[in-house]
C-alpha cells in the first residue's frame, strides 16, 4: 500500500468531499519551485502552496533560522513573558508596514488573525458602553473558516450550514468602473445607523473569489467614508501582504490607512504557522484600563512562537533583498507579456494582473460552480502535465514563487494555452 492509499485511511482533508475524490498524489521532497511525490513524479508550484512559500521549498535562508532558533529557544508562553524574537520581529513588521500600525498581536493562521480583528473592533465599541454589533464587508469576499471569518465571507457554501448562527454582516458590492458612486453611496447610508464596528476588505485582490481586482482609488474613497463615520478599517491581508501586489502590502497603493491588518500566510515562507494582527494606538488604548474586564481575552498556546519569530525575520528579510524584488517585477512583466498574447483567445472572457498574480475567466454557457465539473477537468489536467494550479470554477489563476524559473514560468503558461484548446 503506498502513501496515497494508506492517506485515505486515516486523513480527513480541507475543502474535500471524499466520497468524490481520487488518490492525491503524495508529496515526498521539495526544492525551490518543484515538489516529487512518491513515485518521483515532478510537479511545478505555480500557486506557492496556497500562497504560503514565496522563497521556495527548503529555502536553506529560512532552514538555518529555524534551527538555530530550535537551539536556543524552541519555545516559551507569550503569557505573562516576552522573548527576544517577538520583540525584533514586532519592531521589524511596524518598519515596513503603513506609519500607523503601532501594537502587534500574534497569534497562529489567517482566520485567527481576521477572528482577533473584527472581536477588537466590537470589544472596542462595548468598553465604551456604546453598541455596535455588524460589521460591513464585500460580496464573495473570503477571510477564513473560524466563525467571526467566516461571518465576513460571502461565499455561500462555505457558510451555509451556519446560517443563523454568525455575526451580522451586511455586504457591499465591490467598485467598478461601473459602480463605484453607487456603492459609495451604499456604504454611507449604512453608516448613518452607528451599528457598524467595522468595515473588512480584502485590499485590491479578492483571492478565493477568483482574484477579482479593483482599483486602489475606490478603497481610498471608502476608507475615508469609514473614517468620517467612526468605523474601524480591517486590511485582511493573508493573501496579498509580503509582496504578492508588486509591493509590499498591497496598503501601500493606498493613500488612506486602514486602522486594522491581518497578516498570515508568506509570513514564515511556509514553514511554520504564525500569524499577525497589527493595530493603530488608539483602537490598543481602548483596552488600555484599570478594569481587567477591559482587556482583549485571546490567546493561544503557540502565541509568538519564538521558532516562528525567527522564520518570520529570516523570510522577511529574504523579501527585502534586491534579489526577490527584482525576481517580483520580472514575473510581473512575463505575466503582462503573457495576458498580451492571450487574452484575445476565443475562450477566454477576461484577464487580470496584479503583481505576481495572474488570472484569466474562461467563457462558460452559465454559472460555473466552484468545484464543479470544468473546476475539476482543469485541475486534473495541470496535475497530469505536472503544475500545480487549483481553478476557481471558471477562473484559472498563477500565483508562483518569486524564485519560480523564466522556463518553469513559460511551462505553466503553455500548459493554459493547451487546456483551452480542450474545455
Known amino acids: 500500500m503506498n502513501l496515497s492509499q494508506k492517506d485515505k485511511l486515516y486523513n480527513w482533508h480541507p475543502y474535500t468531499q471524499h466520497k468524490t ?39 536553506k535562508i529560512i532552514a538555518d533560522a529555524i534551527y538555530k532558533q530550535l537551539t536556543t529557544l524552541e519555545h516559551v508562553l507569550f503569557g505573562g513573558f516576552t522573548h527576544n524574537r517577538a520583540v525584533e520581529l514586532s519592531e ?22 481576521v477572528e482577533i480583528a473584527i472581536k477588537a473592533a466590537l470589544q472596542f465599541f462595548y468598553n465604551k458602553e456604546e453598541r455596535r454589533t455588524k ?18 465571507s460571502g461565499i455561500s457554501f462555505f457558510t451555509e450550514a451556519f446560517q443563523g448562527s454568525l455575526l451580522e454582516v451586511v455586504r457591499i458590492p465591490v467598485p467598478t468602473q461601473d459602480n463605484e458612486q453607487e456603492v459609495l453611496i451604499q456604504l454611507e447610508s449604512l453608516l448613518y445607523s452607528k451599528e457598524f464596528a467595522a468595515f473588512i476588505f480584502e485590499p485590491l485582490v479578492l483571492g478565493a473569489a477568483g482574484m477579482v481586482m479593483y482599483e486602489a482609488s475606490a478603497l481610498d474613497k471608502l476608507i475615508e467614508i469609514c473614517k468620517k463615520h467612526q468605523v474601524f478599517t480591517i486590511a485582511d ?3 496579498t501582504g509580503f509582496g504578492k501586489t508588486g509591493k509590499t502590502f498591497a496598503c501601500n497603493y493606498l493613500s488612506q490607512k486602514p486602522d486594522m491588518m491581518c497578516l498570515s500566510k508568506a509570513l514564515t515562507g511556509g514553514t511554520i504557522p504564525m500569524a499577525i494582527t497589527t ?27 519564538p521558532t516562528g519569530c525567527a522564520a518570520a525575520l529570516a523570510s522577511i528579510e529574504l523579501l527585502c533583498t534586491e534579489e526577490i524584488q527584482q525576481n517580483i517585477k ?29 488570472a484569466l475567466e474562461i467563457k462558460t454557457e452559465g454559472q460555473e460552480s466552484y468545484y464543479g465539473g470544468l473546476r475539476n477537468k482543469l485541475y486534473n489536467f ?18 508562483p514563487p518569486y524564485i519560480i524559473t523564466k522556463e518553469q514560468l513559460q511551462k505553466v503558461y503553455g500548459s493554459i494555452e493547451k487546456v483551452l484548446e480542450i474545455v
Open 330 to 358: 520580472q514575473i510581473n512583466q512575463l505575466h503582462l507579456q503573457f495576458q498580451e498574447k492571450i487574452k484575445t483567445h476565443h475562450k477566454i472572457k477576461v484577464t487580470r494582473v496584479l503583481g505576481v498574480i495572474f
Open 279 to 305: 493595530f493603530t494606538q488608539e483602537i490598543f488604548d481602548g483596552f488600555y484600563s484599570d478594569d481587567v474586564n477591559k482587556a482583549l481575552f485571546h490567546g493561544h498556546t503557540f502565541t509568538a512562537n
Open 21 to 59: 475524490a481520487a488518490d492525491f498524489p503524495a508529496i515526498v521532497k521539495g526544492k525551490d519551485a518543484l515538489l516529487w511525490d512518491e513515485n518521483g513524479k515532478e510537479y511545478i508550484d505555480a500557486i506557492a502552496s496556497w500562497w504560503v512559500n514565496p522563497f521556495g521549498h527548503s529555502n
Open 135 to 152: 460589521i460591513i464587508a464585500f460580496e464573495d469576499a473570503f477571510h477564513g473558516d473560524t466563525f467571526g471569518a467566516m461571518a465576513a
Open 237 to 239: 491581508e493573508v493573501m
Open 92 to 113: 521589524k513588521v511596524l518598519s515596513i508596514l503603513p506609519s500607523n500600525q503601532k501594537k502587534v498581536f500574534y497569534s497562529d493562521n489567517g482566520s485567527t488573525a
Open 382 to 399: 495541470f496535475i497530469e502535465k505536472g503544475i500545480i494550479l487549483r481553478p476557481v470554477g471558471n477562473i484559472v489563476y498563477i500565483l
